[in-house]
């Protein structure tokens, strides 16, 4: 009891004293060992032509230069704001077809990458498992607040649940092209402004980037019948 | 297996790896009868495309049988001898359905990758970088093949693999470019590089009505190809002014239309951080941009400018104001391969062109290290080298 206050103090002491410079949420030694890692990643990128080291030499470099880390916001604001994200995508198919597919919430977690299962309770309501790692385990039940057929359906988490979740997705027919626009919006926030450890596993992989590739999954599931992959074609190992 | 794998810059080692398997239901796995080596792999042993990995199996012109079909593919069965076009395409897509297939939405797993430089995905290729989708290629014993039910094309017995090979990329890779000419009789149509896309797109131009071909390169083998085998006007760019040698060849108004079938070197370098420190050390190496640059200046008013060469990045000084004030038209980009597969196969069988004549190397598999390099180099009267497992 008078440890957990007193850690509520000095959060607020330190919440106070960040007001100030209030971007910086990296401290200096990690922003040098972060200029560090950048320079190395920059100069082995640019030697084996990887995309991924000289993209993640970029962020480091932002991070080690104005001490600002999205991904350490990104976990901030999961304890309290928590995460709201909206992205797009056309699928070459009748808005009928694809409203369908949205309608039956259980075809979720075949492309949406931070959903382990959904199941049907009912008409309205479902059960949602999030996929975490390990031991840690988050899930909520969720009802649909609106449904017009081939428009929009949006859901919520129901109340009390360990879990504010909200989520709508939008269609519209494209005119002449026989395909259908598809918007997602998700929030996840922690009841109370405080995430648990396994909230704050799900909140830093809720991403627009992950988000954009899970509605990429949806449309050449839709599209191909499958999802493109290379994992586990062979490879080249040298010894050098 | 044994498969061809590039480790870096001018480092290609024939390497034993796994076999590939079956890993979505719309695969299959094909034995390599015979596989080639092409210009644009080129830039991958210059190291001149980002997000190549060591390890990556290069190839992506190869012919073979089909030894296993995924559930999903009910047109092949074990033992079709295909050809295996260099786009991977899905076939059901927004441009796959409008025959767009070297655009497919859903054949790169990584299409963020490409997106960060090009705003949107192209198709995924064999054998060609992360970026473009990091598949396994076809200079290995056996390739796991895509979206089997849409791509392959099967091969009669009666045609030799020489003759079928290059339906799978430089055929109709040089048929494109001079079909993007949207040639009338009496065109005439300039081609910068005589390699084997150069080689092809002059052969289809004559095919699709050209009335002249005039071959533009600096090494003699290739031009003497053009000459001789094909009978093409030609230039020696190192010992004339391209666009004034043109000028003179055309009675003073220029080609109708000008294919650049030599590519940028100098390419790849999307990123505009590396591009500033990169650059200077580029251009040293090569002086390639020059074709587009006199393409572009050579052409008549109102003329097309055809690119089937490959592109990757950025490149300087490009005459934005001569390609405006000419009011030229601008073709280019990956051929869409599945496309022509059929059309040009009954051109071969027809006897209209016979397409291994292009072929100067015939190597085993295990020798591609030493093909890369006179390839390269230009060594030998290399042209083109095709590679058996």
Known sequence: ????????????????????????????????????????????????????????????????????????????????????????????????????LWRNVENLPRFMSHLESVIAIDPKRSHWVARTPGPLCLEWDAEITEERPNEVISWRSLPNSDIEHRGAVYFRPVPGKNATEVRVSVSYKPPGGVAGAALAKLLSSVTEHQLQEDLRSFKAIVEAGEKPTIAGQPVGVTLH | MRAVCWNGKKDIRVETVTDPRILNPRDAIVETELTAICGSDLHLYNGNIPTMESGDILGHEFLGRVMEVGPEVQNLRPGDRVAVPFPIACGRCFYCSREAYSFCDNSNPNAWMAEKIYGYSPAGLFGYSHMLGGYAGGQAEYVRVPYADVGPVKVPAELSAEQALFLTDIFPTGYQAAENCDLQPGDVVAVWGCGPVGQFAIRSAFLLGADRVIAIDSVPERLEMARRQQGTEIVNEEEVYVPDALRELTGGRGPDACIDAVGME????????????????????????????????????????????????????????????????????????????????????????????????????????????????????????????
């Open chain 1, 1 to 100: 009891m008078h440890q957990s206050s007193s850690e509520a103090m000095s959060a607020t002491a330190r919440d106070f004293a960040e007001e100030k410079f209030d971007f910086i949420n990296v401290g200096p030694v990690e922003r040098w060992l972060s200029l560090a890692a950048a320079t190395f990643l920059l100069v082995s990128g640019a030697r084996r032509r990887s995309l991924s080291r000289i993209l993640g030499a970029g962020a480091l470099f932002y991070r080690g230069a104005t001490g600002f880390c999205p991904i350490y916001e990104a976990l901030k604001s999961g304890a309290g704001a928590g995460v709201e994200i909206e992205k797009s995508i056309t699928v070459y198919r009748p808005v009928e077809e694809i409203y369908h």
């Open chain 2, 266 to 389: 100098a390419h790849g370098h999307g990123l505009a951080g590396l591009y500033d420190a990169t650059k200077q050390k580029l251009m040293l190496q090569t002086d390639r941009p020059t074709a587009l640059r006199q393409a572009i200046n050579a052409c008549r008013k109102g003329g097309t400018v055809s690119i089937p060469g490959v592109y990757g990045g950025f490149i300087d000084k490009f005459p934005i104001g001569a390609a405006f004030g000419k009011g030229l038209t601008l073709k280019m980009g990956q051929t869409h391969v599945q496309k022509y597969l059929r059309p040009l196969l009954e051109r071969i069988e027809a006897g209209h062109i016979d397409p291994s004549f292009v072929v100067t190397h015939r190597m085993p598999l295990e020798e591609a290290p030493h093909a890369y390099e006179i390839f390269n180099n230009k060594e030998d009267g290399c042209i083109k080298v095709v590679l058996r497992p």
